[in-house]
């Protein structure tokens, strides 16, 4: 079991609203490079998402759950498909989004039990939990050639000392596929 996060990351950090839906002043930074940059399966989750299952924070979830249903291509189908989890204390209701539920316990041990990879996607709340308890195995992150100089960021200040390797990294339209893992040679 591997824990893999997905974000849409700006080049000095931030990953709050690449959509614009959060209303912020800069929101919306990730569609403004066209839709070949963030279409389809930009991640490579490919089987990943057949065998895994999605862990989402609620805002995420509910955010996702008015997009994918409606949608029926290859990788719609696959995220639609796909087990999802969602860390929420106050959501009850999860029939919006097929195959659903709300995660049963503190999130942390819920990941340490789940038998499958565990893709976050987005749910900046999420990683950060998953990252003080140093559950993240893999950061796919899609740069984007923007700059916005405030929101939140992926990696606050405080954050300890984490060692990566490198193992990929392509571009995407106009922005790059960078892919980290944990390190494997002693750094």
């Known amino acids: ?57 609620r805002t995420t979830w509910q955010a996702f759950s008015h997009i994918w249903p409606g949608r029926d291509d290859p990788f719609s189908t696959r995220m639609n498909t796909a087990p999802k989890l969602v860390a929420s204390r106050t959501l009850t209701d999860t029939s919006a989004w097929a195959n659903s539920r709300v995660a049963d316990g503190p999130l942390a041990d819920v990941v340490k039990r789940e038998e499958r990879d565990v893709i976050v996607i987005g749910s900046l709340s999420v990683v950060r939990a998953l990252m003080t308890e140093d559950l993240v195995d893999e950061y796919r992150l899609l740069t984007f050639p923007t700059i916005l100089g405030t929101g939140d960021r992926l990696f606050p200040a405080n954050a300890p000392y984490t060692a990566l390797d490198c193992l990929s990294a392509e571009q995407s339209g106009a922005a790059v596929l960078t892919r980290y893992g944990r390190a494997t040679s002693g750094s």
């Open 1 to 57: 079991m591997s824990v893999i996060v997905i974000e849409f990351i700006t080049l000095d950090g931030i990953v709050s609203d690449p959509d614009g839906s959060g209303g912020t002043p800069g929101g919306g930074w990730a569609f403004r490079h066209g839709p070949e940059t963030v279409a389809g399966d930009k991640f490579r989750l490919g089987g990943t998402l057949d065998d895994g299952v999605l862990l989402l924070g």
